[in-house]
């Protein structure tokens, strides 16, 4: 098996909305390519001559996707339909985010590298890669010295400056300001003539389309920008800066970036008077004058957010390509704190309904559960209520509940009042006690998304299992024939197993044997072939 991996991005630039998706897609894509990946950059636009690395495209015929065990879709699509479509051609499909806080069906994850967001701004039930820890910034400002002599204001309004304010704050910053000006111009663009009339301009220096911009940031006594990405960057090099937001997307930026105290967020530019803006620049220069060239409180941009993320990503994805759990035990535990909130008792445990949640019950205790069974233990046990419902029906049962959740444990706990039944809130992988003791171990809802591999979960059951004792557990089944439908796919918040792979996994273990191997729709409360349910379930008995 190749163990590189292939990511495909799609995003797009335009004169209209700048070039920022594009310039973090290529910061990500350059270092996930240092990791040792695959990579490609597709563009949803006309070629251009821009860009001189073969590895990114022009994306020309809608009809053709490339091969790739990643898409990163970075152009603020949220429509669900449009990701149905994607899953066509990849599984694993992950989003830019900044200022939505939405994640479409269909996709498994999202990347917000901003300093407001936070893991908590999404649904628990994905993954979610957020905050400052994962800021985006071109290598060029990593290991860019400070320079002590600052001469000149940077300005620059991004990568094509779409509302037209260039010329309009070159004639404030001349007028009210006696520094030279370093205005900078992005490639995208277009009133080309303008430059040729700032260029005759012996205060103004032009540049168009720059390759290392870190250099000419650094030379600045301050900076009046855009509040994008570039932001992250002029903080990085720890240069005061007025900012101002060109569109409704920036403006949370701006307004978060102001609590640094070398940056003012002056407000959304159609409402940012001549007169104010004037008043921030000169307030702006007397602060800078009273510090005499000392360097400003520095609070530092995180600067390997790229790396970070670019090495998160690539142990994930190489973990799922391998069939290895893909979350830590404190992501079960956040979902499950979190959805033990719900109102009704099935959505604390993230059932269906109410009566999908009892036919299960149901199944499961006529599949197994008799008199012959002493000693019982339920991994994620949930609310307990499963427990409480034998015991009122077998009531000689030693039940023991392992729920990884605290506020699902706390739940069960408070419903025990008479101590029927004995529940831990641990991890399964964690808990050493009683071992050839338990007659039944069951196990249901909890393989479809966990931090336990199938090799652990069996091994473990049979550490603590008697001889003969019964293994009881679910998986959601990818081989369910809906599958075949091609509109039709796997819901990729899950894990899903091949009926093979789970054979194959228990055939090695001569110590196990299948008594029985069905499916269950929980629904219609009607037992199928493995072929036809969702979800497959399995009794399998310890031999010795």
Not at 9 to 33: M, P, Q, V, W
Not at 287 to 314: H, W, Y
């Amino acid at each position: 098996m190749d163990n590189k991996l292939k990511f495909i991005f799609y995003t797009s630039f335009s004169s209209k909305f700048g070039y920022g998706h594009f310039n973090r897609c290529k910061i990500l894509a350059d270092e996930l390519i240092l990791k040792g990946n695959n990579v490609e950059i597709y563009l949803l636009n006309k070629k251009t001559s821009l860009f001189k690395e073969n590895w990114i495209k022009f994306f020309s015929n809608k009809k053709k996707y490339p091969k790739a065990d990643v898409c990163i879709i970075d152009n603020y699509i949220y429509k669900d339909k449009f990701y149905l479509s994607l899953r066509k051609y990849y599984e694993s499909l992950i989003i830019f985010d900044d200022f939505k806080f939405k994640v479409p069906d269909n996709v498994m994850g999202v990347i917000n590298p901003n300093i407001y967001a936070n893991k908590t701004n999404y649904p628990k039930n994905i993954k979610v890669w957020a905050g400052k820890e994962y800021i985006l910034l071109k290598k060029e400002f990593k290991n860019n010295k400070q320079i002590k002599s600052r001469k000149n204001i940077f300005l620059c309004l991004g990568g094509s400056d779409p509302t037209l304010q260039m010329n309009r704050y070159i004639n404030i910053l001349l007028k009210n300001s006696s520094l030279k000006i370093n205005a900078v111009f992005g490639p995208g663009y277009k009133n080309l003539n303008d430059l040729e009339k700032w260029k005759k301009n012996k205060r103004v220096k032009v540049y168009f389309n720059v390759k290392k911009i870190s250099h000419i940031m650094a030379n600045s006594k301050y900076a009046l920008s855009s509040s994008g990405s570039m932001l992250y960057e002029l903080q990085a090099l720890n240069i005061p800066t007025l900012c101002i937001s060109l569109a409704k997307n920036q403006e949370l930026l701006g307004e978060s970036m102001s609590d640094y105290p070398n940056i003012d967020y002056l407000g959304f530019y159609k409402k940012l008077k001549n007169t104010d803006l004037i008043k921030a620049i000169k307030k702006k220069e007397n602060s800078i004058k009273k510090l005499k060239n000392k360097n400003l409180i520095n609070n530092k941009t995180n600067l390997d957010g790229s790396e970070k993320l670019a090495n998160e990503l690539t142990v994930f994805f190489k973990k799922m390509k391998k069939n290895i759990p893909l979350y830590e035990s404190s992501d079960i535990k956040d979902e499950y704190d979190q959805s033990a909130k719900a109102f009704h008792e099935f959505k604390k445990i993230r059932w269906g309904s109410k009566k999908s949640m009892l036919n299960r019950y149901n199944f499961f205790i006529s599949k197994v559960m008799t008199t012959q069974v002493n000693n019982w233990l339920d991994i994620g046990s949930g609310t307990g209520s499963l427990q409480l419902i034998i015991k009122n029906k077998f009531p000689k049962i030693n039940s023991i509940g392992l729920e990884i959740s605290k506020e699902l444990f706390l739940i069960s706990k408070k419903k025990n009042k008479n101590k029927i039944a004995k529940f831990y809130n641990i991890d399964f992988l964690k808990y050493k006690k009683k071992k050839n003791f338990f007659d039944l171990i069951s196990c249901v809802g909890v393989l479809s998304k966990t931090n336990i591999s199938l090799n652990d979960f069996i091994n473990k059951s049979y550490f603590h299992l008697k001889k003969n004792g019964i293994l009881f557990f679910d998986f959601k089944n990818k081989n369910w024939k809906k599958f075949n439908n091609k509109s039709f796919f796997p819901e990729v918040r899950h894990k899903w197993h091949e009926n093979k792979h789970i054979i194959e996994e228990i055939s090695k273990k001569k110590y196990f044997k299948i008594l029985e191997f069905v499916g269950f729709d929980p629904k219609l409360n009607k037992i199928m072939d493995c072929f036809s349910s969702h979800t497959n379930y399995l009794v399998i008995k310890k031999l010795r």
